[in-house]
């Protein structure tokens, strides 16, 4: 299995700075028949379900404020969000969609300093 | 705009089964696969495994391959994840996910699409 790691484990900014996240993968999750980054970000607020953020690296879901932006490519990526606000404070996990058997990093939490 | 909506909270005997169920409301299916995501309390997600309704292949992480069962009804739209042999460990929030098919064969994309969750509790 392909496996995610994730850093920091946690981290607390201060409302309207910048807090960024970083992935990284055992193997490459970039597929070359499409060029193609096979990776998701997620975000997870207490007792609801994730939310899909990111995919291929760094196209933004529908609904999705712009202050949130991925890229990367290969087995690093990075989850930026620009101008930090009070709803931002929750848990992102990145995932590869690579393989078929999907996994997940382990989470950065991210809070309000 | 589909929602997948779950089978409400259980709580089982260890060594007993549980079966969730995952309805898609206000769509089908279609040209999308179900995956199941556990989520133990204060823990991360960890992904299951899933099925393509419309080929009716199912595929399972290793680490429950020969406990877990994924099967799907594409005439009602619902998908089903059944956990045998239960321990403690089992204990956690269990979510049903849709993701895409994609235009290359065997990919698929990522989950855009998330129940609201199960919450399984194990105890004797």
């Known amino acids: 299995d392909i496996v995610m790691t994730q850093s920091p484990d946690s981290l607390a900014v201060s409302l309207g700075e910048r807090a960024t996240i970083n992935c990284k993968s055992s193997q490459s999750v970039l597929y070359s028949s499409n060029n193609k980054n096979y990776l998701a970000w997620y975000q997870q607020k207490p007792g609801q379900p994730p939310k899909l953020l990111i995919y291929?690296?760094?196209t933004r879901e529908s609904g999705v404020p712009d202050r949130f932006s991925g890229s990367g490519s290969g087995t690093d990526f990075t989850l930026t969000i620009s101008s930090l606000q009070a709803e931002d404070v929750a848990v992102y996990y990145c995932?590869?969609?690579?393989?078929?058997?999907?996994?997940f990093g382990p989470g950065t939490k991210v809070d309000i300093k | 705009q589909v929602q997948l909506v779950q089978s409400g909270a259980e709580v089982k005997k260890p060594g007993s089964s549980v079966k969730v169920s995952c309805k898609a409301s206000g769509g089908t299916f279609s040209s999308y696969a179900i995956s199941w995501v556990r989520q133990a309390p204060g823990q991360g997600l960890e992904w299951m495994g899933g099925i393509i309704p419309i080929f009716g292949t199912a595929n399972y992480a290793q680490k429950f391959q020969g406990r877990v069962t994924i099967t799907a009804d594409e005439s009602t739209s619902t998908a089903y994840m059944e956990l045998s042999s239960l321990r403690s460990e089992d204990t956690a929030v269990y979510y049903c996910?849709?993701?895409?098919?994609?235009?290359?064969?065997?990919?698929?994309?990522?989950?855009?699409?998330w129940g609201q969750g199960t919450m399984v509790t194990v105890s004797s």
């Open positions: 995932q590869q969609y690579y393989s078929t058997s999907f996994t």
């Open positions: 996910a849709r993701n895409p098919l994609t235009m290359i064969v065997g990919t698929l994309g990522a989950f855009d699409i």
């Open positions: 291929w690296a760094s």
